[in-house]
Nanobody, 116 residues
Framework: QVQLVESGGGLVQAGGSLRLSCAASEISFSIVTMAWYRQAPGKERELVAGISTGGTTNYVDSVKGRFTISRDKAKNTMYLQMNSLKPEDTAVYYC??????????WGQGTQVTVSS
């Protein structure tokens, strides 16, 4: 059973930084894409950033220039460096991946809270 474990969330003041990690294990098939989503209270889950197996990245407009997604293929680990955090970045952040067999898996989520 594929497992995704996020870490690195927490409470930070506006303007601060956090680095989220997502470690994947028990992967039987090649990972095609990995991504970070977030869900704020009362809002729908939204894509924050994604990275393909070839290294192509994409970001939601609201985080461009502030967040950086990266991936260590050897460790099956993905990262999200979040700088210049804003209160509106407060949400539960989830990592997800899609395998070559087109199966999608989700982590349990990690809370990020940005105080003003």
């Amino acid at each position: 059973q594929v497992q995704l474990v996020e870490s690195g969330g927490g409470l930070v003041q506006a303007g601060g930084s956090l680095r989220l990690s997502c470690a994947a294990s028990e992967i039987s098939f090649s990972i095609v894409t990995m991504a970070w989503y977030r869900q704020a209270p009362g809002k729908e889950r939204e894509l924050v950033a994604g990275i393909s197996t070839g290294g192509t990245t994409n970001y939601v407009d609201s985080v461009k220039g502030r967040f950086t997604i990266s991936r260590d293929k050897a460790k099956n680990t993905m990262y999200l460096q979040m700088n210049s955090l804003k209160p509106e970045d407060t949400a539960v952040y989830y990592c997800t991946l899609v395998t070559l067999m087109r199966s999608r898996y989700w982590g349990q989520g990690t809370q990020v809270t940005v105080s003003s």
